[in-house]
T-cell receptor, first 116, second 109 residues
Framework: EPEVTQTPSHQVTQMGQEVILRCVPI?????FYWYRQILGQKVEFLVS????????KSEIFDDQFSVERPDGSNFTLKIRSTKLEDSAMYFC??????????????FGPGTRLTVL | AQRVTQPEKLLSVFKGAPVELKCNYS??????LFWYVQYSRQRLQLLLR??SRESIKGFTADLNKGETSFHLKKPFAQEEDSAMYYC???????????FGEGTQLTVNP
């Protein structure tokens, strides 16, 4: 069964460094999402992406964040200058349809980002 | 803005006992409601959605618009049901999911 994959599983970085989190959505999916979960808190939406542009973003997704689909398979989240409070688990998700009955978001296993 | 509340962080029951995980939401329109489950060391996966009105792994959930609730129920809990359960809301198809805080369910033998 096809799955969303994410790399790396764990990323450790120094404050102020740039990080790129990578996701490979399910191959025929068209809608892509990033969520994050700070330890002990709820899963929070960051951004959604469709047709090579951002379709929705949250207040968390400020100028430090960007997303890209550089080729036909990868979907990346870049954090330009990491802060301590960016430490979290980052989840990628994808879905294949806008139709209500079938529009399920499939989640990746997550990347744990630790900012020191 | 929409909000989802799961009042219980931890819930512990014995095998064979009924279980109910509570979920309340606030949104002025007609949202879609979901339950996601995360088993130990596995990814988040959809358990069920209100629009399907189905039973998955013995779990059911009924949307109560009057009480703005979407509680998850199972009449006889099994040990393999032990997991983290998240209630989530979506305003329109394709839009963001808004999650509750999650309830860690432990089913004891």
């Amino acid at each position: 069964e096809p799955e969303v994959t994410q790399t790396p599983s764990h990323q450790v970085t120094q404050m102020g460094q740039e990080v790129i989190l990578r996701c490979v959505p399910i191959s025929n999916h068209l809608y892509f999402y990033w969520y994050r979960q700070i330890l002990g808190q709820k899963v929070e939406f960051l951004v959604s992406f469709y047709n090579n542009e951002i379709s929705e973003k949250s207040e968390i997704f400020d100028d430090q964040f960007s997303v890209e689909r550089p080729d036909g398979s990868n979907f990346t989240l870049k954090i330009r200058s990491t802060k301590l409070e960016d430490s979290a688990m980052y989840f990628c998700a994808s879905s294949d349809s806008m139709l209500v009955l079938v529009n399920e978001q499939f989640f990746g296993p997550g990347t744990r980002l630790t900012v020191l | 803005a929409q909000r989802v509340t799961q009042p219980e962080k931890l819930l512990s029951v014995f095998k064979g006992a009924p279980v109910e995980l509570k979920c309340n939401y606030s949104y002025s329109g007609s949202p879609e409601l979901f339950w996601y489950v995360q088993y130990s060391r596995q990814r988040l996966q959809l358990l069920l959605r209100h629009i399907s009105r189905e039973s998955i792994k013995g779990f059911t959930a009924d949307l109560n618009k009057g009480e703005t609730s979407f509680h998850l129920k199972k009449p006889f809990a099994q040990e393999e049901d032990s997991a983290m359960y998240y209630c989530a809301l979506r305003v329109t198809s394709g839009s963001r999911l808004t999650f509750g805080e999650g309830t860690q369910l432990t089913v004891n033998p």
